[in-house]
């Protein structure tokens, strides 16, 4: 393995999946195992726990965690549970733990989620908040992200647009529309931990971001800079330069 540093013990992670009976949109488990494979390839040893609503869930073992997309109803249902892990879940992102979070599970990662149908309390792990709006965002999505060199591609679909202030965003839209449409920026970026709308699922069209993750969850458990193994991606990045020169190329 091209690590920065050998270690003699087994080097492995473990990914908290949480409550994918519900949160579960557009393919978001397809996330978990493209992080699981390519862990397996490399030699890294990861294991997933499934969190359901009556679980308990020990922030202390995980490296990852994964919060999925949901309706505006499975939200509503997973948003009781949340308060009850509120301060849990912050004190593992304030200890840098890793997290990727994708539409309702971004929405659900901030203040509040303003809908039709009442007020969603979040988790308030970032400062942000989302407003319904009258029409959903739906198309594919390109964006710059200063993270890597070549582009982030997914699909968007959703009804709620997301404000998150003086935060750092995930990407510039190049196609797509993003946070809210109006910006032109889209995701979130705080310590970290990532949220996004960017469904297909996302990770396996943009494994430079699945290394990402990957990476920072070892460096935590580990405390060494990680190099990971580089691997064979030339299937994943001509499938992420054909939604590059599809859309983004010929612009909005």
Sequence with gaps: LAYAIHWEESIKIIIGHLYPDLLNLYGDRGNIQCMMKRCEWRGIEAETIEYQLEDEIDFSRLDIVLLGGGSDREQMLVCEKLKTIRSDFKNYVEDNGVVIAICGGYQL????????SGNIEGLGLVDLHTEQGRDRLIQNIVIKSELFDTPIVGFENHGGR???NKNKPLGKVLYGSGNNG????????YKNVIGTYLHGPLLPKNPKLCDYLISRALERRYGEIVELEP????QEMEANQY???RFAKRGN
């Design 109 to 116: 990662l901030g203040n509040y989620y303003m809908t039709d």
């Design 162 to 164: 997301t404000f998150i």
């Design 182 to 189: 109006e910006t032109g920026y889209e995701g979130v970026i």
């Design 231 to 234: 691997l064979d991606d030339t």
């Design 243 to 245: 939604i590059v020169n």
